[in-house]
């Protein structure tokens, strides 16, 4: 059996946007898809479609969506972002703004679940500093 290769930007951040939603506990589970965009079209330069929220109110990541690929920007603990992203084969770029962020690009489907592994590792990151 031959699966669908999923490699439209806007499918992606949606399986990231469940993926996000479906933990409840962990390192995860402190996280939330909040301000979400009401509809989204995607473009070359990337559109808004939502962030991602800690507990604590603090904004951890922007997911934007591209025609072929979605990126998380993440905001909060992003060493750790940078060193899990490169971990589990994703394409990460560090950001040259003040402050830093890290651009974790989520070019498949198949890639949804190592984004999450780097989402844990913010999150370990964020329980560790206190």
């Known amino acids: ?12 951040a949606r399986l990231l946007s469940s993926e996000v939603h479906g933990h409840e506990r962990g390192a995860l ?4 898809v909040v301000d979400a965009a009401e509809s ?4 070359e330069a990337g ?7 800690s507990d ?4 951890v990541a922007d997911v934007t969506v591209h025609p072929d690929r979605c990126r998380v920007e993440v905001r909060a603990a992003v060493e750790a972002a940078a060193a899990a992203g490169q ?24 890639q949804v679940k190592p ?14 500093a206190g």
């Open 1 to 12: 059996m031959v699966e669908e290769v999923v490699a439209d930007g806007e499918r992606i």
């Open 29 to 32: 589970g402190r996280f939330d």
């Open 40 to 43: 989204v079209e995607p473009t």
């Open 47 to 53: 559109t808004y479609a939502y962030a991602i929220g």
């Open 56 to 59: 604590d109110d603090r904004r």
């Open 87 to 110: 971990q589990q084969g994703l394409r990460v770029r560090a950001t040259a703004t003040k402050p830093p962020r890290t651009l974790v690009f989520v070019e498949n489907g198949a």
């Open 115 to 128: 984004a999450l592994r780097v989402l844990r590792a913010v999150g370990e990151a964020l329980d560790d």
